[in-house]
């Protein structure tokens, strides 16, 4: 059985649900960053100013984009917050870094809280 398929929530997530939530998952940090640098970024002195609010106008297109990437920095936060404190680290690794689970406790365990973060990040995202 693929440890993104739990039997706790009666979920089996498709292949495809499952990479893309793992790949905006690891794109967490970028995302985070994205968000920062477009608080602080600043017009271009050299670009014509344009008057007036134009459809498809540069400034709305990065206020969405930096509202998706919050939409899915605190659906992937919300998600983390679900799991048991002691088991989130060696969770975060796993999902981020494939790095192996920590020798505290059973592998069976992460992979059971691996996969519900996974199941819940995507259901928080709204992919499912």
């Not at 709305?60 to 680290?89: F, G, N």
């Not at 981020?96 to 920590?102: E, F, L, R, V």
Request: charge should be positive.
């Amino acid at each position: 059985m693929k440890d993104y398929q739990t039997a706790k929530e009666r979920l089996v997530l498709p292949k495809d649900v499952y990479m893309q939530t793992i790949w905006k998952i690891r794109g967490y940090y970028r995302m985070k960053e994205n968000m920062d640098a477009a608080i602080d970024e600043q017009p271009d002195p050299r670009q014509p100013h344009v008057k007036g609010g134009t459809p498809g106008s540069q400034t709305e297109a990065k206020a969405m984009k930096r509202e998706h990437d919050r939409d899915l920095v605190t659906a992937i936060d919300k998600a983390l917050d679900s799991i048991p404190k002691e088991y989130r680290r060696g969770v975060w690794q796993k999902v981020m870094y494939n790095a192996p689970y920590p020798d505290d406790a059973h592998v069976s365990t992460y992979s059971k809280y691996k996969g519900e973060f996974v199941i819940r990040a995507a259901k928080y995202m709204g992919m499912i």
